[in-house]
């Protein structure tokens, strides 16, 4: 049976035009319609995870040095500083078995959006199917961000093409 919040959040990914979706974007969605009682992230991230038959939770790639002797601090101005450049660095969440054609971009997408997309929903196949090679699936996680990263400059240059702002802030020159 699904819940409430379980029916919700197939709706929320059904209706997003990326195949997979921050679960902070999700939790903020609930919290916007349903308030408290959708629960914290943390509950909503296990409730997911304990119904892999309707979602995929892809967890992001461990940093590449130890940040063991960060204070708790530390660690929240980090992921501050992630979320300020327009990176998302909690899990996504994409549907188990898609069931339905993604909406369509939006008008103003670049021209190589449909095939970044497609691109993503394959990866996000990949890893599903490698379940048992968690080599494999760091691996693909990997090229999950990279092909993020190229939506995301894709999505600033069609936006600074129409005269829109870009979705994150500039990067400083080396």
Do not use: K
Request: with cysteine; net charge negative.
């Amino acid at each position: 049976m699904v819940s409430q919040i379980e029916q919700r959040v197939l709706t929320l990914l059904r209706n997003d035009p990326d195949p997979m979706v921050p679960l902070t974007r999700i939790h903020a969605a609930l919290v916007a319609e349903l308030g408290p009682r959708c629960g914290t992230y943390a509950q909503l991230y296990e409730r997911l995870r304990r119904r892999p038959d309707l979602f995929l939770l892809l967890e992001p790639l461990p940093v590449p040095w130890s940040g063991d002797a960060w204070s708790a601090d530390v660690e929240d101005e980090y992921r501050h500083a992630l979320r300020e450049a327009g990176l998302d660095p909690g899990p996504r969440v994409a549907l188990a078995a898609p069931d339905v054609e993604l909406p369509p971009l939006p008008a103003a997408a670049h021209p190589a959006a449909p095939v970044l997309r497609t691109l993503q929903e394959s990866l996000v196949h990949l890893w599903s199917s490698a379940a048992d090679d968690p080599e494999l699936q760091a691996e693909l996680i990997e090229a999950l961000g990279q092909a993020e990263e190229i939506r995301r400059v894709l999505q600033d240059l069609a936006a600074s093409e129409s005269g829109q702002t870009p979705s994150s802030p500039p990067r400083a020159a080396p």
